[in-house]
């Protein structure tokens, strides 16, 4: 069959960028390499949209949760793996877990249904040089065709790690107790720092060494993370003041409560355009998530942190997409080619689905000569699609999660325990025309 887009990755975004497409009667090549005789280091087996990790796609609560509202909005757009994740459910609370096998299955028999969609057991080491093109081969990309992505690209803009720094909502941060400054008062006040005496310092520096920690996969444990991404715990093993001459480091910064430099300073950063997120400059780690959370709200003015992510270190593949992807997830110097998925530097299953279902969206749309008009920004879709391609910093990009941080924030009038569902019902009522605008339905 002589296909019009050829994707690159049977995963959760290729799966669903493929759907979007043959559904529409485009003809799609979904190329996957397991089952054609290569295997990535994490999968089990060769079935498309295979869940390597957990089997969970956490909240279902459109109401007041963020990924929540992207399962809802997704759902409006027809999604796969949302239709998949409703026969393989099983019982999870208020969030969306599954039977991987059923799963995996029905993504399989869905696909297997559409006329227009080859499925092509094949590995792909370079980009295809003709004809539109999706790249969605996740965390673990082979590694030529990796090398084809640096090379188009640019060196500079593909990672093999995340080095994983956790990311605070700035309205849960005490600015009475921390203060706006960059070292020596030069330039703009960059950054939010957070002072620390002897003793606060001393006893965090023990819950870094005492904390429990994450293991590296068995498929990681053999790629060595470098100097400028070193887990905190193993800088501070290296002996008691090695932090303050490093991530830590007081010298130059006046705290103007006390007019002298504290014991050590922890350093917050603008983290996105809107400057509702600042990521804890240097403190990638890979203590436990719930250890994360006791320790870090020890730091002063940290005391009430709501945690937009929690930092990690682990091995992905991902790209500087907010630096060579357009608004419409294409390459700048190669429009014919989009990425979707984890390697664009979304986290998680769902997110990475959605970028997919972006991703297809946008290609069905240019091959049917139709305007395509960007999903509002104040929708999960939007907001997360806003992050990828642009509104993060580019310097600090990493992989992240929806959450409400990547939202424009709401009329200051809306009450704080009012706001999350504030986000939600103002997503729904600006999603609403975009979906008829762009000729979107959901299954009856």
């Known amino acids: 069959?002589?296909?019009?887009?050829?994707?690159?990755?049977?995963?959760?975004?290729?799966?669903?960028?493929?759907?979007?497409?043959?559904?529409?009667?485009?003809?799609?090549?979904l190329s996957e390499m397991r089952g054609g005789g290569d295997m990535s280091p994490a999968h089990q087996g060769a079935g498309l949209a295979e869940l390597v990790c957990s089997n969970s796609f956490r909240s279902d609560d459109h109401v007041s949760n963020a990924v929540g509202l992207l399962h809802h909005e997704m759902r409006n757009c027809d999604s796969l793996i949302m239709a998949a994740a409703a026969r393989a459910q099983v019982p999870?609370?208020?969030?969306?877990?599954?039977?991987?096998?059923?799963?995996?299955?029905?993504?399989?028999?869905?696909?297997?249904?559409?006329?227009?969609?080859?499925?092509?057991?094949?590995?792909?080491?370079?980009?295809?040089?003709?004809?539109?093109?999706?790249?969605?081969?996740?965390?673990?990309?082979?590694?030529?065709?990796?090398?084809?992505?640096?090379?188009?690209?640019?060196?500079?803009?593909?990672?093999?790690f995340d080095a994983i720094a956790p990311i605070v909502h700035h309205d849960s941060i005490d600015m009475d107790i921390c203060w706006k400054a960059s070292r020596w008062d030069k330039g703009e006040a960059d950054y939010i720092n957070c002072p620390m005496d002897r003793d606060q310092y001393v006893a965090f520096h023990e819950g870094l060494m005492t904390g429990e920690k994450t293991e590296f996969r068995e498929w990681e444990a053999n790629t060595p993370y470098f100097e400028g991404c070193m887990p905190i715990e193993v800088?501070?093993?290296?002996?008691?003041?090695?932090?303050?001459?490093?991530?830590?480091?007081?010298?130059?910064?006046?705290?103007?409560?006390?007019?002298?430099?504290?014991?050590?300073?922890?350093?917050?950063?603008?983290?996105?355009?809107?400057?509702?997120?600042?990521n804890i400059v240097g403190f990638q780690t890979k203590l436990k998530h719930a250890e994360q959370v006791r320790l870090f709200r020890t730091i002063p003015g940290l005391q009430n942190a709501e945690f937009a992510r929690l930092g990690g270190l682990h091995r992905n593949t991902f790209i500087q997409s907010p630096k060579v992807l357009d608004r419409q997830l294409r390459l700048h110097n190669d429009p014919r080619v989009r990425f979707a998925g984890q390697i664009t530097g979304c986290e998680g299953y769902v997110e990475s689905a959605?970028?997919?279902?972006?991703?297809?969206?946008?290609?069905?749309?240019?091959?049917?000569?139709?305007?395509?008009?960007?999903p509002p920004r104040t929708s999960a879709l939007g907001a997360l699609l806003a992050h990828v391609t642009g509104d993060a910093e580019i310097e600090t990009y990493q992989p992240m999660n929806v959450n409400f941080g990547l939202f424009p924030p709401l009329d200051a009038s809306v009450k704080k325990k009012q706001r999350k569902e504030g986000y939600t019902s103002r997503a729904k009522a600006d999603l609403a025309p975009w979906l008829t605008d762009q000729r979107i339905t959901a299954p009856a």
């Open 1 to 29: 069959m002589k296909h019009q887009v050829h994707i690159i990755g049977g995963g959760m975004a290729g799966t669903e960028a493929a759907w979007q497409l043959a559904r529409r009667g485009v003809h799609v090549r």
């Open 92 to 160: 999870a609370g208020s969030a969306l877990a599954v039977d991987r096998d059923v799963f995996s299955a029905a993504v399989e028999d869905a696909l297997a249904s559409l006329p227009t969609l080859e499925v092509v057991r094949e590995r792909i080491d370079t980009i295809p040089p003709e004809g539109p093109v999706i790249i969605a081969t996740g965390p673990l990309t082979a590694p030529a065709l990796a090398g084809a992505i640096g090379a188009a690209t640019g060196a500079d803009a593909l990672a093999f």
């Open 235 to 278: 800088a501070a093993s290296r002996g008691l003041d090695t932090l303050r001459f490093g991530p830590m480091k007081p010298v130059g910064l006046d705290n103007p409560r006390t007019g002298r430099w504290p014991h050590a300073v922890v350093q917050l950063r603008q983290d996105n355009k809107l400057g509702t997120l600042w």
């Open 354 to 374: 959605a970028i997919g279902l972006l991703a297809g969206l946008m290609t069905a749309a240019e091959l049917g000569g139709r305007p395509w008009t960007t």
